[in-house]
């Protein structure tokens, strides 16, 4: 697709079919955003694949808003910040996750970019903790490997 259509087609989707995505497109889509610039070509950025329901579904419980939307997804891209490499974590693993929506688009897919870093589990209760340390222990990452966001990856609904 011609890049301008890509970027006038991509658009957030919260509804999904349920419909596998092929391992190929999804290995596509993280070659693409490998390539993604960041601060000094630290290739800071690293990717965590989820594509079991039953990890979605927790990943969709990770806050009181804004993440249910991952239980219907076919795949999640985590999306996380290499802190060791560099103090600009948050800005590569951002570029690295607008590229990953915009290959998604590309090929055809919906996505949600759904944000982890500096959120509260409960907006109401935060004795609840914070979304990043969900997901830090749910899917048991090093320290060094911080969570910016989870894009939702599947066919539109």
Same mark, same amino acid.
């Given at each position: =697709?011609?890049?301008?259509? /890509?970027?006038? %087609?991509?658009?957030?989707?919260? /509804?999904?079919?349920?419909?596998? /995505?092929?391992?190929? =497109?999804?290995? %596509?889509?993280?070659? $693409? #955003? #490998?390539t993604a610039p960041s601060s000094k070509n630290s290739r800071s950025s690293a990717f965590v694949v989820i594509d079991d329901?039953?990890?979605?579904?927790?990943?969709s419980e990770m806050r009181? !808003?804004?993440?249910?939307? *991952?239980?219907?997804? %076919?795949?999640?891209?985590?999306?996380l910040g290499d802190t060791a490499k560099t103090d600009l974590w948050v800005e590569n693993a951002a570029?690295? #996750?607008? !590229?990953?929506?915009?290959c998604a688009t590309n090929l055809g897919l919906g996505s949600c970019w759904?944000?982890?870093?500096?959120?509260?589990?409960? $907006?109401?209760d935060p004795s609840k903790g914070t979304a990043e340390d969900y997901?830090?222990? *749910?899917?048991?990452l090093k320290d060094a490997f911080k969570p910016l966001c989870i894009v939702a990856l599947g066919y539109e609904g």
């Open positions: =697709m011609e890049f301008s259509k /890509v970027i006038a %087609a991509r658009h957030s989707v919260r /509804v999904f079919k349920d419909t596998p /995505v092929d391992r190929e =497109m999804v290995e %596509a889509i993280l070659d $693409q #955003a #490998a329901k039953d990890t979605l579904q927790a990943l009181s !808003y804004g993440s249910a939307l *991952l239980k219907g997804a %076919a795949c999640a891209v985590v999306v570029i690295s #996750a607008t !590229y990953i929506q915009l759904v944000h982890v870093n500096g959120r509260l589990r409960d $907006q109401k997901v830090r222990e *749910l899917l048991g």
